[in-house]
């Protein structure tokens, strides 16, 4: 609820004004009977009246600008105060978790994700406890990113809270001898506050006094550096200066120095990461780190695991969702990321995924297997990732260690060399036994090696040397203790993407199954295998025709030719054609069709609208069906045209243009105004703290738990704070791939893998769903860097990739979790916007995937886009979520309202099967208009009171006897 009566704000401003008004008739009326009882005129009457003249001037030009800036300001940022000043019904709906099961969980999920990365000479768990803290992150730690997925950290745990909690004793010296100082938190909700990118380690010798290295040792011989990153929404980290030389996820020379001293100092030395943004990670070696704990970005309350985890409390059993390199820059990504300005098209931009499937983990392994050399064409730097791959890779996707040691064993399912079929499923039996001395938890992770063959290199089929397919988490195992998991996998999702096969109807491409073997292997990691087993496919399959893929409503084909150009990486021959794919990028666009006419479509859209729809001014037809009747009906049942023909032009186009965090009233069908929020860490409400949830640790943590317990607890109590605050609609999960390790919003991602990516999402989403909470997964798609989201970004792909890698987690969150609403990006694929891409929002999406519901778009910056509407609306973007102005969706032939109906129908599906929390937004609007006429009013009589004065002026002059 709003804390303050908006009504009584108002009505205050409104009184203010009417007094400003009293004030000045009075003050205009006051002069004129001041200058009818002057006896004497001349000179000083004259200066009273020209006086006059100059106020009364000064307050209507004023009154008058007033005016017209709050009309204007009122009218573009309208969305905005709409916002502020909505009332939810919070408290109305009954929920099943608290507060006190809300902080349970994020405990659960940082203990889980946080994952040990190093722990040599036994250093954890910790044998002192007395430690000294180093790193300004350890004394202001980095909660979370900046953007929607931003939280407060008001009443937040501290590293140092969290080490003292667990009966760890800090040293006081650094903040006594102020090195460093520690920030308070302000208790406010951060909003869409940006957080620093800048890394302000403080030089070495500020140590001094009992602060000083030798000092601190006396007091302890174990030091832990904290090295805080953050990241944000709107900017890469690759928009942020280095420090001197050094990148952001480098080392500073401070950091450096700092290091290099303890190491010389202290007997152990352990790292925490606060990052979600993968560091380099040479320096572990360099200096001699004894433990390193990745501890990720935990939100204002995740650090509790900290401490735990530090003193063995909590055994770690998280498992990186990233590949950590000593290189960044041996990511071939690198070469094709950031701001790169079109050549023949000023204000728009490119990226080029080059790089196909090979993304993180994919890559990494791949080229080992291949035993590739290859030179980056941007810094010279070459890599032998045959030979080198150690001194490549600090740590592959998957790794983590435990304070126990396990051992995982093949016990049954897939029978080695037995046959697999294309409609069939492959199960493996995993032992896993704690061979170790501690109770733990352990990861049992499935790869799958298919088969590269001879047809794949003649059609341009892509596989990677492993993909992870399944996973499963064991219960926490005493030592000697043994857990048998089963990870089932469909064949269906084993299938690669040819984009080359001719379909017997006539459209190119289809999901295949090589023939040949296909290795199962249980893994500590991507790199690690703890035994394998196979399985035979007799023949190649095409999921084609009638063939198709169980879960595909129509046959996947190709949808997205002309999103591609130039090369893309081949493992042939050991990524021969490296340099060639990387040099095949062009600074020109291959088409700039929706830059010259962004409302631009095929007429054909219109001309198969048949229907008439209109009918005069009468247009809404009567009826007494209404949304709630709706629950159980089907998607293509017909009482659903009959309810939209129901709703005014009105109506329909409010449903369209007014989703700013919000649905509007429909009174026709009895539908509630409702409100959404964004917050895929937590409710963050950008227009003040009225919404506030609590946060949860960054999405990368959840991921590391590899846990899908968690996952759906997550998705459970997420349901049960929206609607605790009387939100119908989470702008969440975001689902876009960690594409590299500089990307600005990684904190709200996943992983770089897709498989793992759309598991947990869809675990999330699948919950959310039946606890009826409008989910918006997001950004779909192809959202996978920040820099110039907005500014007409054409990412080049070809459809493998697309498929594969980038629309795969989307795809599970709509097929296994059930998703009825879908937030789109703000990027072109290819050279279409994607609101405005017919094959990416109804073909692939609706067609093809069966999603049932409503689509909305981002936050559309450029005008540009903002223009498109009506082509949006035709391409399958129901929605427009603007903030600072609207958009205008045409209302005047059969087929716009046919468009606008069938948008209807998307958006009423969803509602029908949430549950609805009404909300009431304050008509403030009345109040302008009122407060516009008694400005107005008071420039009339302010311009009235000049024409008084004037003529007054004029007497005077007249009577002034001349000058002798």
Same mark, same amino acid.
């Given at each position: ?21 009293? &004030? ?108 000294? %803290? ?71 010798? +500020? ?112 498992? %990186? ?165 089963? &990870? ?80 893309? %990486? ?15 990028? +062009? ?155 500089? +990307? ?111 689509? &909305? ?98 007497? &005077? ?8």
């Amino acid at each position: 609820m709003i804390a303050a009566s908006p009504e009584m704000f108002i009505n205050y401003c409104i009184a203010l004004v009417i007094v400003l008004a009293i &004030v000045i008739v009075a003050s205009a009326i006051a002069l004129t009977i001041h200058m009818r009882r002057k006896k004497q005129v001349g000179v000083v009457v004259a200066k009273h009246v020209v006086a006059g003249n100059a106020l009364l001037g000064t307050v209507a030009v004023v009154v008058v600008g007033a005016t017209v800036a709050l009309n204007l300001l009122t009218s573009t940022y309208s969305a905005n105060i709409d916002s502020v000043f909505t009332k939810t019904d919070q408290g109305s709906v009954e929920v099943a978790t608290d507060k006190d099961d809300w902080y349970d969980l994020i405990d659960r999920i940082g203990g889980e994700g946080m994952t040990l990365m190093r722990n040599d000479n036994g250093a954890l768990p910790l044998q002192s406890q007395q430690v000294n %803290l180093l790193g300004s992150a350890a004394y202001n730690p980095v909660y979370s990113g900046s953007g929607s997925g931003s939280v407060s950290a008001g009443d937040s745990i501290s590293i140092i809270g969290s080490l003292n909690s667990a009966g760890i004793e800090t040293n006081s010296a650094p903040v006594d001898e102020a090195v460093y100082s520690v920030s308070e938190p302000t208790g406010e909700d951060l909003g869409y506050q940006a957080v620093s990118l800048s890394n302000d380690e403080v030089p070495v010798d +500020s140590f001094t006094g009992t602060a000083s290295f030798e000092a601190m040792r006396e007091y302890s011989d174990t030091a832990i550096m904290v090295l805080g990153r953050s990241g944000g929404e709107g900017d890469d980290l690759t928009m942020y200066g280095t420090v001197d030389g050094a990148d952001y996820l480098q080392l500073s020379p401070n950091e450096r120095d700092i290091l290099q001293r303890a190491s010389e100092t202290f007997d152990t030395l352990i790292v925490v990461v606060n990052s979600a943004n993968a560091l380099e990670m040479g320096f572990l070696d360099e200096y001699g780190v004894d433990a390193c704990v990745w501890a990720g970005l935990p939100g204002p309350y995740g650090f509790s695991a900290l401490g735990k985890i530090l003193t063995g409390e909590v055994n770690p059993s998280g498992k %990186l969702p990233d590949t950590w390199l000593y290189d960044n820059y041996s990511n071939p990504v690198s070469e094709n990321f950031g701001e790169q300005e079109a050549s023949n098209r000023e204000g728009s931009h490119y990226v080029d995924y080059v790089e196909g499937i090979y993304l993180g983990y994919k890559w990494f392994e791949t080229a080992y297997a291949e035993e590739a050399v290859i030179t980056n064409t941007k810094t010279q730097r070459t890599y032998d990732y045959g030979r080198d791959y150690d001194s490549i890779v600090a740590f592959p996707f998957g790794y983590g260690l435990s304070y126990t040691t396990f051992e995982q064993h093949i016990v049954g399912g897939l029978q080695d060399g037995s046959a697999i079929e294309s409609d069939g499923t492959v199960s493996v039996d995993v032992e896993v036994t704690n061979t170790g001395a501690v109770a733990g938890k352990e990861v049992v992770q499935l790869y799958v090696t298919a088969p590269y063959t001879d047809y794949d290199r003649q059609h341009g089929v892509e596989k990677a040397a492993v993909s992870l397919v399944g996973y499963a988490k064991t219960d926490e195992l005493q030592p000697g203790e043994s857990q048998t998991l089963t &990870v089932e996998v469909s064949v269906e999702d084993l299938a690669s993407y040819d984009s080359t096969y001719e379909n017997a109807d006539g459209t190119t491409g289809a999901y295949m199954l090589d023939a040949g073997e296909y290795v199962f292997s249980v893994r500590a990691n991507a790199h690690e295998s703890y035994g394998q087993v196979s399985g035979h496919m007799q023949e190649q399959y095409f999921f084609s025709g009638d063939n198709k893929r169980s879960t595909d409503d129509q046959q996947a084909y190709n949808q997205f030719d002309d999103a591609a150009r130039g090369i893309y %990486l081949s493992r042939q021959n050991g990524f021969a054609n490296y340099a060639d794919a990387m040099n095949s990028v +062009s600074s020109e666009l291959k088409s700039t069709a929706f830059e010259d006419d962004p409302n631009a479509y095929d007429e054909s859209y219109d001309t198969m609208v048949t229907q008439t729809m209109q009918e005069g001014v009468d247009y809404a037809v009567d009826g007494d069906l209404t949304l709630a009747d709706m629950a159980d009906v089907d998607y293509d049942d017909e009482q659903w045209q009959e309810l939209i023909s129901q709703l005014t032009l009105d109506e329909l186009q409010a449903l369209v243009e007014d989703s700013a965090y919000s649905s509007p009233e429909i009174k026709s069908i009895d539908k509630p105004e409702t409100t959404d929020a964004d917050g895929p860490l937590g409710i963050a409400w950008m227009f003040g703290s009225d919404l506030k949830g609590v946060a949860y640790p960054s999405i990368p943590l959840l991921a590391a738990t590899f846990n899908t317990e968690l996952a759906q607890e997550f998705g459970a109590q997420m349901s049960d704070q929206c609607h605790s605050l009387g939100l119908t609609g989470w702008n969440a999960p975001a689902m876009n791939m960690h594409r590299w390790a500089f +990307s600005g919003r990684n904190y709200e991602y996943y992983s770089e893998d897709s498989y793992l990516s759309g598991r947990m999402a869809a675990d999330v989403v699948e919950v959310t769903r039946e606890n009826g909470l409008n989910t918006y997964i997001k950004h779909f798609a192809l959202n996978d860097q920040e820099t110039e989201r907005s500014g007409r970004l054409h990412t080049y792909s070809n459809e493998q990739a697309i498929r594969e890698i980038y629309l795969k987690p989307f795809e599970m969150a709509v097929k296994d979790g059930g998703t009825t609403a879908l937030m789109n990006s703000m990027n072109f694929i290819g050279d279409d916007w994607v609101g405005t891409s017919e094959a990416l929002m109804t073909e692939v999406l609706r067609d093809e995937w069966g999603f049932r519901g409503k689509t &909305v778009t981002d936050m559309p910056e450029d005008e540009l886009v903002r223009g498109s509407a009506d082509a949006a609306l035709r391409a399958g973007t129901d929605a427009w979520l603007l903030i600072g102005g609207g958009v205008d969706v045409r209302c005047e032939t059969d087929a716009d309202i046919y468009y606008l109906q069938q948008a209807a129908h998307h958006i009423l599906y969803m509602d029908s099967r949430a549950q609805l929390i009404g909300s009431r937004t304050l008509d403030w609007h009345r109040y302008v208009i009122i407060t516009s006429v008694e400005l107005v009013m008071i420039a009339v009589l302010c311009i009235a009171a000049l024409i008084l004065c004037n003529r007054k002026l004029k007497t &005077v002059v007249k009577e002034v006897p001349a000058a002798e």
